[in-house]
């Protein structure tokens, strides 16, 4: 069991220097001398490496937690102690383990997350106070300790109910959730978080009009543009697609419409909606919960040959594949499961925002525009335009900046050479 634990930190160790430390590829650094100033490049290098720091002493924390409780015998004894306070109460114990686990993870976490506001505060990037932030924190374990605890508790409802099928009922039954939860997000989660404003009823009402055109040339049934006050959190810019069947809309920041917006000019406020729109048209919500269905099944069979393997065995002596004390595992093994499928996941998402990012220069067919509005969105940002290939690899969910230019500037060349 010690060299599981060492060969896990060996690997963590390795991926952090990776996606730190190594170089920029000469190409992607030559391209992005190109379109932004040394000034540009070297804050967006600067603010991603102390982002970085902060992201990866969390993760080892958490990991370092997770790992002492199973593998020095404390998750056996945790279940143990459980059951005895429940009196034997099988799925009681299975949830305070889980949260004993949670209450854990958080202990550690919460200094690092304010060490990253107070990160966010020194560039300039938010101003709420101390205060506002906690309370939005502990808005959000909460649902997240329900939603989990929901799962936690299904999860082993089958293990310990249908022990040979569950893998699989279980894969659907996360599929299930998945559909649920982009149903429910933007009418009932979101709006805990934000106000939504629908858009012809803020200062931009006037865009209301080329959206509805833009939709139409798109073929995109459009109920809702919703406008975020994502001011009240920090400067950060963005727009998502969002929700599921009925409850499908596109969310707009406030602040990517007043940056965006300075000169009254949309042109770049529409190369940023018709890549969401993209979204939309590839149907790209419900291609991703088909995909984590099946990496949920692969993963949860995985998982049921594990804890199979460590029934009666050290360090957690299972006495069952669904006992308490594998929980602590259970929560160990998704983190270091979602880091192994990254790039496979992390792959698929760029493919996807690809995908969008050509339906918004084919609806748009203005190259330069989109140029222009990738360059923004960096700059504003902060966004490290230099990423070597380890870290897009293993955490870049979107192409990088100069990727997403140099195809606009091919697609430019092969309509000019059309013509």
Sequence with gaps: MRWIVLAGLAFFLALFALTTFAPADADIEAQARTHFSTTDIERGREFSFQRRLLFWTGTFLQLAVLAGIVFSGLARKLADSCLTWTRGRWLLAVLLVGAVCYLAEEAVALPVALARLENLRAWGMTRRSTSDWLLERCLSHGLSAVAEG?????????????????????????????????????????????????????????????????????????????????????????????????????????????????????????????????????????????????????????????????????????????????????????????????????????????????????????PEIFIDAEIRLARDNISNVTPNRWSILFMATHPPAVERIRMAEDGKKSSEAGR
Excluded at 196 to 211: C, I, S
Excluded at 223 to 249: K, W
């Design 150 to 366: 929901i799962v936690l508790v299904g999860l082993y409802l089958l293990m310990r109910c249908v022990p040979r099928a569950w893998p699989v009922l279980a894969a659907l039954g996360g599929m299930a959730v998945g559909v649920v939860f982009a149903l429910i997000l933007p009418i009932w989660i979101a709006p805990l978080f934000n106000t939504f404003t629908p858009l012809e009823k803020t200062e931009w009402g006037y865009l209301r009009e080329p959206v509805a055109e833009l939709a139409r040339r798109g073929g995109v049934p459009v109920d809702e543009i919703l406008v975020m006050d994502a001011s009240r959190q920090g400067s950060h810019t963005n727009a998502y697609f969002t929700g599921f069947g009925g409850t499908r809309r596109i969310v707009l920041y406030d602040t990517l419409l007043r940056q965006h917006m300075k000169a009254k000019d949309w042109r770049e406020v529409e190369v940023i909606l018709a890549h969401e729109m993209g979204h939309w048209q590839h149907d790209h919500i419900v291609t991703g919960i088909m995909i984590g269905g099946v990496a949920a099944l692969a993963g949860f069979c995985l998982l049921s040959w594990i804890l199979q393997r460590l029934v009666g065995r050290p360090p957690l002596r299972l006495t069952s594949p669904h006992d308490p004390a594998g929980v602590p595992l259970l929560m160990l093994l998704v983190v270091v499961g979602t880091w192994l499928a990254a790039p496979v996941g992390n792959a698929i998402s760029r493919h996807f925002e690809r995908q969008a990012d050509l339906v918004s220069l084919e609806m748009t067919r203005n």
